[in-house]
């Protein structure tokens, strides 16, 4: 059974930090790649960024420069670090699986997804 389960969220002042965690069982991030989203009340889903098998990664613009995805493999774990947050970051954010070497930010190819961990970011 595959379990994705994210930590870390919180209520932080605008520029405050957070660093989420996810923490995956059941998978390989040997043949996963592993993503990050986050949904705003009223907003679709949208993608954050995401690390491939063999470590390339991607971010959305509105998180570059702030934002750095990382993985642990020893302990099967990804992380968010998140800098300099705004208000319009806050959402919930989600951990996402996807089979397969590569992906991208689009949610519909990601085939596991944690409950998710909620992000306030007040100003």
């Known amino acids: 059974e595959v379990q994705l389960v994210e930590s870390g969220g919180g209520l932080v002042q605008a520029g405050g930090s957070l660093r989420l965690s996810c923490a995956a069982s059941g998978i390989s991030f040997d043949d996963h790649a592993m993503g990050w989203f986050r949904q705003a009340p009223g907003k679709e889903r949208e993608g954050v960024s995401c690390?491939?098998?063999?470590?390339?990664?991607q971010y959305a613009e509105s998180v570059k420069g702030r934002f750095t995805i990382s993985s642990d493999n020893a302990k099967n774990t990804v992380y968010l670090q998140m800098n300099n947050l705004k208000p319009e970051d806050t959402a919930v954010y989600y951990c996402a699986a996807d089979y397969g070497y590569y992906s991208d930010l689009s949610a519909a190819l990601y085939e596991y997804w944690g409950q998710g961990t909620r992000v306030t970011v007040s100003s």
């Open positions: 690390i491939n098998s063999d470590g390339s990664i």
